[in-house]
């Protein structure tokens, strides 16, 4: 999953990749289109008067996608936004970025042109002006890795922006194991402290990422939409079940040293399910779709 920096892996985003699609929000992207086009996401957020600024026709949509690692948002949601787009994707890992460089999205939906470049960056270091010119921010697998104040920094430049912001695949600190194993409870509550552990004297969010980050844009004056976006595993997925049960009981262990002494035999044996496809994962996320208003 990651490497010994804990950093994500190309191999390990790849083989996430069709599971992230699989879970993402379309009715999300529904709401967001509309938005884009200038009309009401959602009847619920209708207020007299309202009214979203529209992109003149055929102007391209600019995009900025943050932490992009490989540019899996990109290939996801480039084919479902119509017309020509534009897309940055910044990171900070240029060894994730030059992969994200060779694999340019598919046309948009209608068939318009998609562009794409990239920038080394530490998004959690961006300014009041960091987004200017888009039309659209997105990111994936991202606020439960930030800290307060990196969220409230990240919010802020998007709210300058003044753009739709859709962000995708949130964990929530709930997974679910089939068949269920009294020790799956403990090991995920280890693994969700691990999330909230501190770093560099700085508490990471974790599964409270999603939850802060809807608080925060709401103050801001965003209407906010939320979704579910589990990834559901089985059998076909056995590899990706694999990898992700042996992070998530890694992670747990690292931060509860006293589970180490039963975790041999069930990892054992929730591997050997895994790989026979006899255990099945959901593990939840949520999508966040936050509007101007």
Known sequence: MEDGHGRATPTWLALREPADAAARSSELVDALVDALAGTDPDADLAAAGRRRERRAPGRRLVVHDLGCGTGSMSRWLAPLLPGPQHWVLLDRDADLLAVAATRVPERAAGGAAVTLESHQRDITRLGPDGLSGSDLVTASALLDM????????????????????????????????????????????????????????????????????????????????????????????????????????????????????????????????????????????EDVLALPR
């Open 146 to 285: 930030l800290t307060g104040a990196e969220l409230d920094r990240f919010v802020r430049s998007c709210a300058a922006a003044r753009c739709p912001v859709l962000v995708t695949l949130s964990v929530v600190g709930r997974v679910s194991l089939e068949p269920a194993d009294p020790f799956d409870r403990q090991v995920e509550a280890a693994f969700n402290a691990h999330q909230r552990r501190t770093v560099g004297g700085h508490r990471l969010l974790g599964p409270d990422g999603a939850r802060a980050a809807v608080d925060a844009f709401g103050r801001l004056g965003f209407d906010v939409l939320r979704r579910p976006s589990p990834w559901l595993l089985e059998a076909q997925d056995r590899e990706l079940v694999r990898e992700w049960f042996t992070g998530w009981l890694g992670a747990a262990l690292e931060q509860d040293p006293s589970l180490v002494a039963r975790a041999g035999t069930y990892a054992e044996r929730r591997l050997a399910e895994a790989s026979a496809g006899r255990l099945a994962v959901t593990v939840q996320h």
